[in-house]
């Protein structure tokens, strides 16, 4: 993975935040923050995917195939 550096501006107590959770995880402020980002990155992609769901929700069958697990056929053997 190619790792590139950027630059943001952030309140000073954002920052002090950042340090003393840094501390306590002795991880790097970097590392804090690129933690923060990814967190970010995948709860929006989760709420994306919700819409998705809430514009077209599982049919009846569906949600009856997912509470069954012997509704499941086994893998064809290929």
Sequence with gaps: MTMVQIAVRLPSDLVGSIDRLATATDDSRSDVV???IEAYVYRKACEADAS???AAPLSDAELTLADDPSGWS???AW
Excluded: G, Q
């Design 52 to 54: 998705r769901y809430e």
């Design 74 to 76: 086994p893998t064809p």
């Design 34 to 36: 690129r933690h923060a």
